[in-house]
């Protein structure tokens, strides 16, 4: 390389061009290892098939972070250590189960209780009334007192970005239960968060509004909330209701942590992580599985690499993302504490599909100079920089100490189709797609620890 | 949108300006259509459940263009036809076998011979010889004779681009066989051209040299290529291989064309196209089934929309393209006969993904043209508008009279996973990447049908 460097400065290039083309060798070495040599797919085998479900609290919660210390440190961190946070610990509790009864005849529905939601009890048996979206509950009001209110809000397909889709839609998830029980409900039903041609349903958290009776919930696949829907026009549904989901006390959880530390400015941090958490119905491959393996893909390919980073580097696998965000709170609580000075965080926690760019959440200088960038990360992704980004975990760092953050963008087609449902596993996660991701995250962190922001 | 148009001229906006509103506001139409209402996805179920394979000659072909003529015909077409032209008739002839023989052990390989190939006659039992590469076949050229030659060349990783993985390892498919032939090989066995992480073998067409013998040859799946190498560093591997192909004589086959009449300028063309045939192994899903299924849902949204072009589009499916491209060169030829002035041809044969923008073969100025429309297409993706591409199958019309092309270029990531495998099935192919897809080829087609190229 030192020849070919030589060569290029000798044709005349500046000091600038001449940096360019370093970085430029530089990303294509961190590309080549990743594509040809990374183990960020195999990881992700572990992670999903062997450790399997990890909600907070559970057993795989703490079979993951074992898993996830011992490959941070084979991974060749300086550093690899557990930091202790206190998590909710929710349970499902049992089958979720929600049968309608109709005409004399009875059909078992694809059901599955929201995160953090209430037991039912015992079985609730109660007429259905579809809500089409809250300006309708305000309308309705008065009919919703004992029934279970199904929330049949779509997403919206004209979205380009589903993201966008998942906003406007997802409130019914998480105040759909509260504002449903403020007028009487007994239980809720909610269309999942999804545009999926499948009908697994797709949990996530919801939020109590503690001024109002916690009623059961459960999100429903996409068909059967249709063939719902279309019951509903012609007939009298009622359903049996059945849910066991409880909080148990508080339990311990953790951050797991590997560290590379900064040769010229070591006490200058830039954070690089997904969360090691899942939701219980699945493996959690895409969310987020990839986020993890990807992470500890970057340090295997900084030291495989030789790389020695100017800034220390942190490769964070944080607690408690899906119902609670502790983990995300006390890596920022705790970096204020010691006097932590954060430069930069980025995050990857929207899945393992191809790259687009980056979503950014910094000063406009910081913007700029992340954006000046893009013909170096040309190569690797459409290198689309947009203002807006982040990611829930790193999203405190950002409160507490103003660290400009990223989120890597990939692909947002398919996300939907998993998110929280069972068939968010391995198989549905491609090899390559996870490695640009991490590629594209390896090429802007080598970028920020060089040339600070 | 009269009025928010007159709007917007009130408020000063330039004539361009109006255009670019106007031309944005059509565009978002086009979208919410296809997103909100398209039946790409529904057309592609039928194609590849109830249609199927449908290689040159086949049954499936047959059925095949019945399907598109009565699909363009429903989608709304002007006129919709037939245009026949003689396609090659190969078939495999049988279940394809090789089947391992070492130290004292069988285990049969998952093959599939290559398109156009031969029989092997009889069973064909030989020692296996591995080469690498070209450069090692000449190094052992004395040493290949009576033998089965085992291109093992691997897709090179590193490429972010599959295609350039797809080109640099494609000889061994096209070339191998006569290669080895040439130094008096018996058979070949060619890794396939893919790097998926199952063991589909991938078929597609290899050509023979009229000047050595036609020795029959099968591609192997990954995993047992894999196998293959390592017991070969250990031990002598014979084959039993076992092959069928032959080619019928000619037959007649069919371009299916749709078309709307241009009110402007009726006596300029624009084709908008796939190609309707696929390997017989599999459903043809991504490879063309999508191409297909995306040209229909333009014609329909244009219809829907009330769209009248001011030149004549024509939509079409292609036959032929796999071995032979009889298709796009009838088309061709009859457009040249007629005197037709074929202004701009858009192909989409790279895969039901989410597209990332278009490749372009034409003139710098038109290539400029296109490229300022950059801004119009970037809300339905990255819009990168790059030199070079086109598509097989109107690559004739280019020759013939200069025609500018372009091929959509979707996300390459998972293209040769199912490329020319018994894997290209409908569950691969995501309904609303396979919808992007189509947006962006009409959004292409608008604007070069309204400003002209």
Redesign the interface.
């Known amino acids: 390389m030192k020849k070919l460097l030589f060569a290029l400065l000798v044709l005349g290039f500046s000091v600038d061009s001449f940096s360019q083309a370093e970085d430029s060798i530089f990303l294509k070495r961190i590309?080549?290892y990743i594509?040809?040599n990374g183990k960020s797919?195999d990881d992700l085998r572990v992670l999903t098939k062997q450790v399997g479900a990890r909600l907070s609290g559970s057993a795989g919660m703490y079979k993951a972070e074992t898993w996830g210390l011992k490959t941070l440190q084979a991974a060749g961190a300086d550093n690899a250590w557990l930091q202790e946070c206190l998590v909710p610990h929710w349970v499902r509790g049992g089958k979720d189960e929600v049968t309608a009864l109709y005409k004399n005849s009875k059909k078992s529905l694809n059901v599955l209780a929201l995160g953090n939601s209430n037991s039912s009890g015992k079985l609730l048996t109660k007429e259905v009334i579809e809500i089409k979206n809250f300006a309708e509950l305000e309308a309705k009001k008065n009919a919703v007192k004992d029934k279970i209110v199904f929330y049949n809000y779509p997403f919206n397909?004209?979205f380009?970005s589903?993201f966008l889709a998942y906003r406007d839609a997802g409130v019914y998830r998480s105040q759909g239960p509260s504002r449903a029980a403020k007028y009487g409900a007994a239980g809720v039903i909610v269309r999942s968060m999804s545009?999926s041609?499948d009908n697994n349903p797709h949990t996530g958290a919801t939020a109590y509004n503690d001024s109002f009776p916690k009623i059961p919930a459960v999100a429903i696949g996409l068909q059967d909330a249709d063939w719902l829907s279309n019951q509903l026009k012609n007939t009298t549904v009622s359903v049996g209701l059945s849910t066991h989901g409880k909080f148990l006390p508080d339990t311990i959880g953790h951050n797991v942590i590997g560290e590379l530390k900064g040769t010229e400015f070591p006490n200058e941090y830039i954070t690089i992580g997904g969360h090691l958490d899942s939701w219980d119905a699945a493996e959690g491959a895409h969310d987020d599985g990839a986020g993890c393996v990807q992470t500890i893909e970057i340090l295997r390919a900084f030291k495989a690499l030789g790389y020695k980073p100017k800034r220390t580097i942190r490769f964070v696998l944080f607690a408690n993302e899906e119902n609670g965000l502790r983990g995300g709170n006390k890596y920022a609580d705790e970096a204020k504490a010691k006097g932590e000075k954060h430069i930069f965080a980025l995050e990857s926690d929207a899945g393992g599909f191809?790259p687009?760019g980056f979503g950014v959440s910094a000063s406009e200088t910081q913007f700029e100079k992340i954006s000046s960038w893009k013909s170096l990360l040309l190569?690797?992704s459409?290198a689309?920089i947009r203002r807006g980004g982040g990611g829930a975990d790193i999203g405190p760092l950002a409160r507490t100490q103003g660290t400009p953050v990223a989120g890597l963008s990939p692909?947002s087609?398919?996300y939907f189709?998993y998110h929280h449902a069972a068939n968010d596993v391995f198989e549905n996660v491609?090899?390559?797609?996870l490695q640009?991701g991490a590629i594209n995250m390896a090429a802007l962190v080598y970028l920020v620890d060089k040339y600070g922001l």
Do not use: C, F
């Not at 491609?430 to 797609?433: I, M, T, V």
């Open positions: 590309s080549d594509l040809v797919y397909n004209a380009i589903t545009h041609t191809t687009i190569p690797y459409p689309e692909d087609q398919r189709d491609n090899k390559r797609e640009l």
